[in-house]
């Protein structure tokens, strides 16, 4: 299988350094445009590409890892003061305290479930005898 090399031109790489500006480095996306010298409609194509969105993605990651460790650390008080059950389940997640949901599957054969002796223990049970 021949792997072919797909490559970002210079204007895209522009345009992502760009985007992968907190808000934009303050630009509107007319703006972007018109900074790397393409039509707005192109930075909206550039969007649809999965290439440029991975290398946003991955400039945004380069652009705020220094500042994880500070967001790692106002997480716990975010989620006690806001009750934010989201944010704990990616706390944990990112601690590997969560396991993966796991399904359990059981199989019985027809007939062998007694719903009748079911019902008289949930009846017993509810009467306290």
């Not at 400039?59 to 220094?66: A, F, G, S, Y």
């Not at 949901?101 to 019902?119: I, N, P």
Request: charged content about 35%.
């Amino acid at each position: 299988m021949k792997l072919s090399k797909r490559r970002l031109n210079e204007k895209q790489i522009a345009a992502i350094t760009i985007l992968a500006q907190p808000k934009r480095a303050g630009m509107t996306y007319d703006d972007v445009a018109k900074e790397v010298g393409v039509a707005r409609s192109t930075v909206f194509e550039w969007k649809k590409q999965d290439l440029f969105c991975e290398e946003l993605k991955k400039e945004i990651v380069r652009n705020t890892i220094d500042r994880l460790p500070e967001v790692m650390e106002a997480v716990p008080d975010i989620i006690i003061r806001d009750g934010n059950a989201a944010m704990l389940r990616t706390l944990l997640q990112a601690h590997g305290l969560l396991t993966d949901k796991v399904a359990v599957e059981q199989k019985s054969e027809a007939g062998s479930v007694d719903l009748d002796a079911m019902r008289a223990d949930i009846k017993r049970m509810r009467s306290g005898k």
